[in-house]
């Protein structure tokens, strides 16, 4: 099996994960741990769990130039992006949040026409059109009364801000991987984001009542920190490695189909109208953004 199909499987993996993480970490959020208590834990365990591996990979030394680079990817890929997601789950509903969460690929090809001149095709600007209406029906019109969603509106705009702190992350990333293995990488991301994370989280941190933790409840905080966090960023900072950041970003459009399954199966979610439109909106508007241009001579994908 060559490094391109493991890339794939490894976004894949990381996409299904994160499709069950909508449903898991809404079990916890807030009853048990409030969202920015969990964040806390979930950069610490991480970070923990690289630098143990880390002792596997290379050892290397980041240069200097480097750290400014660094620094902005772990404030959008495990600050912003992590807190603004898991304060949206709180306000809204797993169902919103697999939904909303794949308009990361419009904002990766939107970010690279800007920040590396990739060309934006008719196909990708209508995809981007496309797919902002169907965010934005869900952000207004899909708001419900539930005692677990007290500001839908509210959340669904955090899911957005955290596509568009993600797909930053991806695109800024996407350099310093080809130039430092993974596990180095990734060590350092997480420290530094443990630091920067720790006066915003600590309040909700210290109430944490561990010894009133059901069992499920812990494999819940577990998947979340080894799974949704460990696996996840391993996964898709190797499928970087062989695969343009538009390419990964677009597998994120499998988060709904997973996301809503899993949330109609486990019950703690259910279908209207509006999230069914907003997601089929999204859907189109994400594989239209992401379709190559047919035409090799404008620069067609290979990643």
């Not at 060590?187 to 059901?214: D, G, H, R």
């Not at 819940?220 to 966090?229: D, S």
Request: net charge positive.
């Amino acid at each position: 099996m060559n490094k391109r199909t493991l890339a794939i499987l490894a976004a894949i993996c990381a996409t299904t994960i994160y499709g069950l993480n909508h449903t898991i970490a809404k079990g916890v959020i807030p009853t048990y741990i409030k969202p920015f208590g969990f964040i806390m834990l979930r950069v610490t365990g991480a970070a923990i769990l690289f630098w143990i591996i880390s002792i596997f990979g290379p050892k290397e030394k980041i240069e200097k130039k480097d750290w400014g680079r660094i620094l902005i990817c772990a404030i959008f890929g495990m600050v912003i992006n992590m807190l603004s997601f898991f304060k949206g789950l709180e306000l809204s509903t797993p169902i919103n949040s697999s939904v909303l969460v794949t308009i990361t690929p419009i904002i990766v090809v939107i970010l690279s026409a800007f920040l590396i001149k990739e060309k934006i095709t008719g196909y990708k600007a209508s995809g981007i059109v496309i797919g902002f209406i169907g965010a934005l029906a869900l952000i207004l019109f899909g708001a419900e009364i539930r005692q677990d969603a007290p500001n839908i509106p509210m959340g669904n705009s955090l899911f957005v801000v955290n596509s568009i702190c993600y797909g930053t992350y991806l695109i800024l990333a996407k350099k310093l991987i080809e130039k430092y293995h993974p596990f180095t990488f990734m060590k350092w991301l997480f420290t530094i984001a443990v630091v920067i994370n720790f006066p915003i989280t600590y309040s909700e941190v210290v109430q944490i009542q561990w010894s009133e933790l059901p069992s499920n409840i812990i494999g819940a905080i577990a998947f979340v920190i080894i799974g949704t966090t460990f696996l996840t960023y391993l996964f898709n900072i190797f499928a970087l490695t062989q695969l343009k950041a538009s390419t990964v970003g677009s597998f994120s459009y499998l988060q709904p189909v997973i996301g809503i399954l899993f949330a109609l199966a486990m019950g703690t979610d259910h279908l209207t109208i509006i999230k069914i439109t907003a997601a089929s909106l999204v859907l189109v508007g994400v594989y239209l953004a992401s379709k190559s241009s047919a035409n090799p001579s404008k620069g067609k994908e290979v990643s």
